[in-house]
């Protein structure tokens, strides 16, 4: 079996313009990331890059132009059963209560439901939400619904995780909180995590090695940083370290030209 986890090899997605249907234009070019077995790896980049088409193509929710993906050396043909997915957006049921939604996808798979029930309360007390288990999503707060989400994806026990910025909207107190309860939950069984966000912070703070995409179109991988940062951290506290500063300021100095490449692009598209 490969110690890669997932593998994306010389990916290229190519989509036809919403704006002139008869025009083609390449989100991902020749990009080529490799995620091994219990690494963290954060992707970084401008808006608009194509980080999450990246994504989408590890899930099997795209199918690339061209390149190859594999889940443990296999080549991946159809939706990886092997990963679970965070999404940006929340995808809680509102008509389901938190333990129904975090059960949901245990029912999906045919576990009876008493089982269902009491791995979904186990996990629900995991992030911190034991006794919420009876309350709709309108009744959680953001960080609360959050938590629900990261149940949801990790009662299924994925040996691969698939994170699309799930806490940008949050505020920074809650964030830091989720952040590290992500950590500890990652600590405990070191699985693959492929974690796509737009703060530099949170890529260092959390990973094992960070990658900075170009901008689009045709993104592709820029810059690879191995961050030597002990473990276990706390986001806040690690963000004072000498060596995150300076692990900071090699990145943003690959990253810093991409950045003000995608605002420019950004206001075109707005003029």
């Known amino acids: 079996m490969s110690d890669h986890a997932l593998e994306l090899l ?11 249907p008869g025009q083609r234009y390449t989100a991902v070019a020749d990009t080529t ?10 992707v970084v980049g401008p808006t608009g890059c194509g980080k999450s088409t990246l994504l989408n193509v590890g899930a099997g929710l795209l199918e690339p132009s061209s390149g190859t993906v594999k889940v443990f050396g296999q080549t991946l043909a159809g939706i990886n059963t092997r990963a679970g997915y965070m999404f940006q957006t929340e995808a809680l049921m509102p008509w389901r209560s938190a333990i129904d ?10 576990v009876p439901d008493a089982q269902a029930r009491e791995q979904a309360e186990a ?8 006794g919420f288990g009876d309350r709709y999503p309108h009744q959680l707060s953001g960080g609360m619904r959050k938590r629900v989400a990261l149940a949801q994806t990790l009662v299924l026990d994925p040996d691969i995780i698939l994170m699309d910025e799930p806490f940008s909207a949050l505020d ?5 909180l989720m952040e590290n309860e992500v950590l500890d939950l990652w600590n405990a069984k070191k699985k693959a995590v492929l974690f796509i966000t737009h703060d530099l912070d949170e890529a260092i703070a959390m990973s094992d090695r960070v990658v900075v995409l170009s901008a689009g179109p045709a993104t592709h991988p ?5 961050i030597d940062l002990a473990r ?6 690690v963000r004072t370290q000498p060596r995150f500063v300076e692990l900071h300021t090699q ?6 030209d991409e950045v003000l490449k995608g605002y420019a692009q950004q206001l075109k598209k707005a003029a």
Not at 101 to 110: I, T
């Open 222 to 226: 820029i810059g690879e940083f191995a």
């Open 251 to 256: 990145i943003w100095e690959v990253l810093r």
């Open 33 to 42: 990331l490799r995620i091994k077995a219990g690494e963290f790896v954060s």
């Open 172 to 176: 920074i107190q809650t964030r830091q």
């Open 232 to 237: 276990p951290r706390d986001v806040a506290e």
């Open 123 to 130: 996990w629900l007390s995991r992030v911190g939400l034991s």
């Open 101 to 110: 939604n975090v059960m949901v996808g245990l029912q999906y798979r045919g």
């Open 10 to 20: 010389s990916i290229s997605c190519t989509f036809h313009s919403k704006d002139n």
